[in-house]
């Protein structure tokens, strides 16, 4: 497996070579510019040397003299010869020191200085000529000066500057490492918090003296931990759901099949018992295609077939599925509004018996069901309202979970197995909308909220109570 690098070695590395940059180019710079001043400190030099010496040979005009300017420039030369004097003239009395030898490489640095290489030494050369006066006759007046102090000054500026250059770059490299270890210390502590993090307990991470780069990080770490708690709790309670669901149908079944063959019965006692068994088989299927269904929709299964729709015409459709339900229980149903949109007209229609469903099982009989469409800002909504003896106990944000039912005792339990609302949501889902519940005093409404095109025109349907959901 391949070793991770830390971050704290990568910001290490990052800060040494942005060190190695930036004393580089510095050290580049400063060698340059001190190479320029002593090379300007060494020409200003050559250039008072041989105003000095210029200005006695063109004041010497007889031998004697001569003789004593020779002597002076002696004096002015050092023991190591790093500086030389040299007049070349046709006459031999007026010359001085040993003349440059020929052939010599000689190269430009500035208005009448050369650099000269010779004896393996680099001299600075300054030449000029000094007119004649008396018995001299025009004579040529160099200095020279040795460039080795120049040279050796240069390399140890660079020495020093490489030197301390690379020490700078590790002491960088050493300080970033720990600088963002110490940054980093936080991070550790969190990992090694998140890593002791049991599934049973999902501590939250600790948010207390963190950077503020940290922070929003905690928060949505510690986001996630609660939702990931609510989903894991929400699992264990559906689970259980869903064993009590099938428990009661398959203890039935098992029961009435043991008491079946305990001993022999007739054909109408089987038949009696079949007819039993059968009921609790076809509440097992219920429940079966039910939970395939919010798998599909679990897993992100869109609404397809879509077709434009009344949805006013839907709901009378669906409430056509539901009068025996309606005559049971003395209601009326009332729809105002309507709109068209897109929409699997399958499901659409599954969903809005469910809706009137729920109102008819859980609302005061003789009241009536009021269905409210209403569009507005591209979003289409369906809301379902009715009166209710039993909203003390209903908590609406869990309505549309799978299996709650408002009565704990579950006594409804044959007729009605708690997903009816989480089949909504499904739906309200796979065409991109939502649903809501809304408790006040004695009245809940329940609906769900769907997108709508602006194409779509609405068909306003004045609100009409009906006698019968048949009756269109």
Known sequence: MTRKRSIAVRLAAMFGLAAALVFTVTGLVLYRVQCLELEKRQLGEIRARFDLAGSKAAGMGTEQQWER??????????????????????????????????????????????????????????????????????????????????????????????????????????????IAKAGLAPIERLSHHASALDPKQLERLPDADLPAELCGLVHAFNGALDKLEHAYQQLSAFNADVAHELRTPLGNVIGQTQVALSRPRSVAELEEILQSNLEDL?????????????????????????????????????????????EEAGSTLLVSGDARVRVNVSLLQRALTNLMSN????????????????????????????????????????LFDRFYRADAARSDSRLNHGLGLAIVKAIATMHGGSVFAQVRRDTIRIGMTLPISDSAHDAPAPARPLPRPAVV
């Open 69 to 178: 300017f020779g002597a002076m420039l002696r004096t002015l030369t050092p023991a190591d010869h790093s500086v030389r004097y040299v007049v070349e003239s046709a006459d031999p009395r007026f010359s001085y020191g040993e003349p440059f030898p020929r052939g010599a490489e000689a190269t430009p640095r500035a208005p009448d200085v050369w650099e000269v290489e010779f004896d393996d030494n680099r001299f600075l050369v300054l030449k000029r000529r000094i007119p004649a006066l008396e018995e001299r006759p025009e004579v040529v007046l160099a200095v020279a000066v040795d460039q080795a102090a120049f040279f050796e000054t240069s390399r140890t500026l660079g020495i020093s500057l490489v030197v301390s250059s690379v020490l700078g770059v590790i002491a960088v490299s050493l300080l970033g490492w720990r």
């Open 282 to 326: 076809e509440r097992l299927s219920h429940i079966v295609i039910d939970m395939l269904f919010l798998a599909q929709s679990d897993r992100g299964a869109l609404a397809r077939d879509l077709v434009e729709v009344s949805v006013a015409q839907e709901v009378r459709r669906s409430a056509d599925f539901l009068d025996m339900l309606f």
């Open 359 to 398: 109102a008819l099982q859980h609302g005061r009989p003789g009241r009536p069901v009021a269905v409210t469409i209403e569009r507005a800002e591209g979003t289409l909504t369906i809301s379902i309202r009715n009166e209710s003896d039993r909203l003390s106990t209903i908590q609406p944000g869990r």
